[in-house]
């Protein structure tokens, strides 16, 4: 199960912090990731971070092109949670954003790969 939380509403260039909490024994071995959704359109890739000791997935980070530079994903492994530190807010990233999990052999950025996803949490962004 994942629990997603941080939204809220913010004035451009503003900030805001994401976080989702897997309430898994470990996430050895899974990526989670962030998509978001706005109204009339269609889920899109936001964010990914893998945990694995053994494969090529270990820490990787992927990050669509619209949020390269100003989104920040990164977690705390003891606690089974990711951040998504989103800066530089613009009118665009409005959203709900959603967490969600997958193997880490899957394709981080494909929707349907994730197997599990959080209820999101409203990002709304004010010119």
């Known amino acids: 199960q994942l ?7 913010v004035q451009a260039g ?14 050895n071995g899974y990526r989670l990731g962030w998509f978001r959704q706005a ?4 889920r899109e890739f936001v964010a990914a971070l893998g945990w694995s000791t053994w494969s090529r997935g270990y820490g990787t980070t992927y990050y669509d092109d619209s949020v390269k530079g100003r989104f920040t994903i990164s977690r705390d492994g003891l606690a089974n949670t990711v951040f998504l530190q989103m800066d530089n807010l613009k009118p665009g990233d409005t959203a ?5 999990l997958q193997g880490i052999s899957m394709d981080a950025r494909r ?4 197997d599990s996803w959080g209820q999101g949490t409203q990002v709304t962004v004010s010119s």
């Not at 805001?16 to 309430?23: G, I, K």
């Not at 709900?96 to 969600?100: G, M, Q, S």
């Not at 929707?111 to 994730?114: L, R």
Request: a neutral charge; proline letters at 3%.
């Open 3 to 9: 629990q997603a939380s941080g939204g809220g509403l």
């Open 14 to 27: 503003g900030f805001l912090r994401l976080s989702c909490t897997a309430s898994t024994r470990t996430l």
């Open 39 to 42: 109204p009339g359109k269609e």
């Open 96 to 100: 709900i954003y959603y967490c969600a």
């Open 111 to 114: 929707a349907d790969d994730y």
